[in-house]
C-alpha cells in the first residue's frame, strides 16, 4: 500500500486512486454503519468535549 502512495503522490492519476481505494477496501473487513459521515464527525469532534476527550482533528 506504501508504494502506492508514493506514486499517487508523484503522479496522481485516477487509476492511481482507484488502485489505493481497492488497497484500503481489501485491507481489512470494514464494519458497515448506518451512522452516516456527517453524524460520525458530530461525535469524532463536536461532542467529545462530554466525555472529557480529544478530539481526533486534534490528534
Known sequence: ???TIDD????PDKKLVEK???DVKAYRVW???????PHK???D???T?????TPVADL
Open 1 to 3: 500500500m506504501m508504494k
Open 45 to 47: 469532534t463536536e461532542l
Open 20 to 22: 489505493f481505494y481497492q
Open 31 to 37: 464494519v458497515d454503519s448506518d451512522i452516516n459521515w
Open 8 to 11: 499517487l503522490m508523484r503522479a
Open 49 to 53: 468535549w462530554l466525555e472529557d476527550k
Open 41 to 43: 464527525f458530530m461525535l
